[in-house]
């Protein structure tokens, strides 16, 4: 499941003395907020939690980003916000993580996915900071970007659950994913960098779910191509 980005997000901020503070705060944040998730997936993990607990942990979360997160996103409030859905988030990544571990090389597929987001962050999040370019005028095609493989990827959903799985389309969809977030990465830094986004709370929950996304997508065709069954 692609966690999705509530449309009214960019509208709030809160004023912070610099764009320093924002960005501080928000790596912080950012980092705190991977480690719980990684923390909570890898209880799914030893668990076995089925994909149905799955899902709804991941659909309450999606239902916190899109109504919860505009109402605190000013007030201390909005980190426990945060914590609870990348918690959620992460939680429900258990099943997904089991169905690739039970791979013959599903080990190395999820720390080659986890390692290859994890570089892709550093190097866009890097060349953000360091030009400080202007990337405001990517937002729309991002957007448009989204919303295109979020409807493709249910047309592939609703093809599996009706028995005619589109294999393709479901690769072409996570390829799709992974270039719009890395896209998204360099876009929502480069806000934080020129002070298009001022509140580390929304810039948090921004980032990482990017990060989410990426992962998942990178999850998705490192085990289409180099999955291997026992």
Not at 21 to 41: H, I, Q
Not at 117 to 142: E, H, P, V, W
Not at 149 to 159: D, E, K, N, P, R
Request: proline share 3%; hydrophobic share 60%.
């Amino acid at each position: 499941m692609q966690a999705d980005y509530p449309s009214n997000l960019s509208s709030l901020s809160v004023a912070v003395p610099s764009a320093q503070k924002v960005l501080r705060n928000t790596y912080m944040l950012l980092a705190m907020t991977l480690l719980f998730s990684a923390l909570t997936a890898a209880a799914a993990v030893a668990l076995h939690v089925s994909y149905g607990v799955g899902l709804v942990s991941s659909l309450i979360a999606l239902a916190l980003l899109w109504f919860a997160v505009p109402r605190t996103a000013n007030s201390a409030a909005g980190i426990g916000v945060v914590f609870a859905i990348t918690g959620l988030l992460g939680f429900g990544l258990g099943p997904v993580l089991n169905h690739y571990l039970a791979l013959a090389n599903g080990a190395q597929i999820v720390m080659l996915a986890l390692g290859l987001t994890g570089i892709a962050f550093l190097g866009l999040s890097a060349y953000a900071l360091t030009t400080r370019k202007d990337f405001s005028f990517m937002r729309s095609f991002l957007v448009a970007g989204v919303l295109v493989a979020f409807i493709a990827s249910i047309v592939s959903l609703v093809a599996a659950l009706l028995g005619h799985p589109l294999p393709a389309l479901a690769l072409t969809v996570s390829a799709m994913f992974a270039v719009l977030m890395c896209g998204m990465i360099l876009y929502q830094t480069g806000e934080i960098v020129n002070g298009g986004e001022t509140n580390y709370v929304l810039a948090t929950i921004g980032l990482y779910v990017s990060l989410y996304n990426l992962f998942t997508s990178l999850l998705q065709l490192l085990g289409a191509f180099m999955g291997e069954r026992d």
